[in-house]
């Protein structure tokens, strides 16, 4: 292995060390936590070389976000292929609903990276990232076959993206009534996904 090849390694094993840092500080205590300063010390890495790799905190939640991405679309995935196939395309958006809604309330931090904060990420354009565009497209691969004759799917998925989400933020807000979860998520598959 050459110097440079060794010297890549390092810098990318620092950079996932700087992501998998913010996010541990993030889900133990917040984003308004995660510092550059306290960042530097957790890792044992000055603040320079921080900024060597990210220009900020933006930058950061950025990464987190992709990482997110990532882990929400296998686990979309994984929860769709492994719905009972009794139940038909409804059982597949039932296992997608929750899914997502374990997913937002197992990792609160990476959630709000993902859909709460700047972390300079273009969605919905030409430009998205691809992690971004495949954690919407583990979304459209099941609701496209529900959406019903003559609607977009595209649209209806982000419409029922919108939903769930509502339900993950207003849940976590101790807004809504935590024992009437399920029958949320049942009275959203049921009413919004033509099976």
Do not use: C, N
């Amino acid at each position: 292995m050459s110097v440079q090849e060794r010297k890549e390694r390092e810098r990318a094993a620092r950079e996932r060390l700087i992501v998998a840092t913010a996010r541990e500080l993030a889900e133990e205590q917040g984003w308004d936590a995660v510092t550059t300063r306290r960042l530097a010390e957790r890792i044992e890495y000055s603040q320079p070389v921080l900024y060597s790799h990210f220009r900020g905190k933006r930058e950061i939640i950025g990464a987190v976000a992709l990482e997110g991405a990532v882990e929400l679309a296998a686990a979309v995935r994984s929860a769709t292929s492994a719905a009972p196939t009794a139940d038909g395309p409804r059982g597949l958006v039932a296992a997608l609903a929750h899914a997502y809604l374990d997913f937002a309330a197992r990792h609160p931090a990476v959630y709000d990276a993902l859909f709460q904060l700047d972390g300079g990420l273009a969605y919905a354009r030409e430009d998205t990232p691809a992690p971004l565009k495949d954690a919407f497209a583990s979304l459209l691969e099941t609701l496209a076959e529900v959406a019903g004759d003559g609607v977009d799917p595209g649209a209806f998925t982000e419409t029922f993206w919108a939903a769930l989400h509502g339900l993950a933020t207003l849940t976590r807000a101790g807004r809504l009534p935590p024992e009437y979860a399920a029958s949320r998520v049942e009275l959203l598959v049921d009413r919004l996904a033509r099976v």
